[in-house]
């Protein structure tokens, strides 16, 4: 069984920073793309970044100039840097990835439980 745990979240004013972690762990050969969506209340869940197993990344035009996507093979984690954080950017903060449990298998994608990021004026 996969589980991805993520933490970071929390309560920070505007301009602030956060860093949320997601970790996946349990039985897999390998961990593929990995990355970050988030849904505030009322909205549709949305992607946020992205990374590849190589560092590719990508990222949501309207926060590129304020989150970065990192990842730390060795340990199956990514992370995603947020700085200048606005009220907008509140939300329920979800990490997915994308998991060949079985070698020979197609990837699975694994949500994580979801961490609350929220930003006050």
């Known amino acids: 069984q996969v589980q991805l745990v993520e933490s970071g979240g929390g309560l920070v004013q505007a301009g602030g920073s956060l860093r949320l972690s997601c970790t996946a762990s349990?039985?897999?050969?390998?961990?593929?793309?990995m990355g970050w969506y988030r849904q505030a209340p009322g909205k549709e869940r949305e992607f946020v970044a992205s990374?590849?197993?190589?560092?590719?990344?990508n990222i949501l035009d309207s926060v590129k100039d304020r989150f970065t996507i990192s990842r730390d093979n060795g340990k199956n984690t990514v992370y995603l840097q947020m700085t200048s954080l606005k009220p907008e950017d509140t939300a329920v903060y979800y990490c997915?990835?994308?998991?060949?449990?079985?070698?020979?298998?197609?990837?699975?994608?694994?949500w994580g439980q979801g961490t609350q990021v929220t930003v006050s004026a």
């Open positions: 349990g039985t897999f050969f390998s961990v593929n793309a």
């Open positions: 997915k990835a994308a998991v060949r449990v079985v070698l020979h298998e197609k990837n699975q994608e694994y």
């Open positions: 990374s590849t197993s190589g560092g590719t990344t």
